[in-house]
């Protein structure tokens, strides 16, 4: 497979995860490699594979319903990006008192650990997702319990990032809970990136 490839791969979403295979020891250590050399510029820095937890998360993740704008992927219905047998969720420093260049700069950070965690991923053959439609309060709540991490609040910039094996018989664009297809677009290679192959 080509970067091309990879990249093309990683760009679209995956909404059909195997939940039983889990994640290998190899790209686990990747994974971990990626985050320790970003840490210090996160706040929060979560990595969840409890199969009970993943299921509460994903029952307060709600797609809005976009039906009367005319755009009829936004189907109102749970997001099953979020079930994926590894979910990452990094969301760096940020604070009320930052100007936008400082926001931008913290998507930035975050960014740039998805992406190499996600091509990472994708040439160990796994696919992934990224979901920002859930109930933040909800969320935090499940994800931290009792921790003391429970006081810091869920911000824009906290996406959660799913990685998992496709499960069989189906394509990334299937929700395997709602048996539905969202309609995948392709998107043009745009002339100013340059792709090494």
Same mark, same amino acid.
């Given at each position: ?9 990683? @760009? ?22 990626? *985050? #320790? ?19 509460? *998360? ?5 797609? !809005? ?6 755009? !009829? @992927? +936004? ?9 994926? !047998?590894?979910?990452?969720? /990094? ?8 100007? /936008?260049?400082? #926001?931008?700069?913290?998507? +930035?950070?975050?960014?740039?650990? +998805?992406?190499? *965690? ?13 979901? *920002? ?7 935090? #709540? ?7 991490? $429970? ?5 824009? $910039? ?32 745009? @002339?100013?990136? $340059?792709?090494?192959?």
């Amino acid at each position: 497979m080509t970067t091309l490839k990879y990249h093309e791969q990683f @760009s679209h979403t995956t909404r059909s995860f195997d939940r039983i295979t889990p994640i290998d020891d190899n790209l686990m250590a990747k994974i971990n490699e990626i *985050i #320790e050399a970003n840490k210090h510029e996160f706040k929060i820095i979560k990595l969840i594979t409890d199969e009970e937890m993943i299921e509460q *998360i994903y029952q307060v993740s709600d797609v !809005p319903n976009q039906l009367d704008e005319g755009v !009829p @992927s +936004y189907k109102k219905r749970k997001n099953s990006q979020l079930l994926a !047998p590894l979910l990452i969720m /990094l969301s760096s420093y940020t604070d009320s008192g930052w100007t /936008l260049s400082d #926001e931008q700069c913290s998507s +930035y950070v975050v960014g740039k650990a +998805y992406g190499q *965690i996600g091509m990472a991923a994708v040439k160990a053959g796994y696919h992934t997702s990224f979901c *920002i439609c859930y109930d933040r309060e909800a969320a935090r #709540e499940i994800i931290f319990k009792d921790d003391e991490a $429970n006081s810091y609040p869920l911000l824009a $910039n906290s996406v959660f990032m799913g990685i998992g094996k496709i499960a069989p018989g189906t394509v990334p664009q299937d929700d395997i809970r709602q048996d539905y297809v969202i309609p995948s677009f392709i998107k043009p290679h745009k @002339s100013y990136i $340059n792709v090494i192959e």
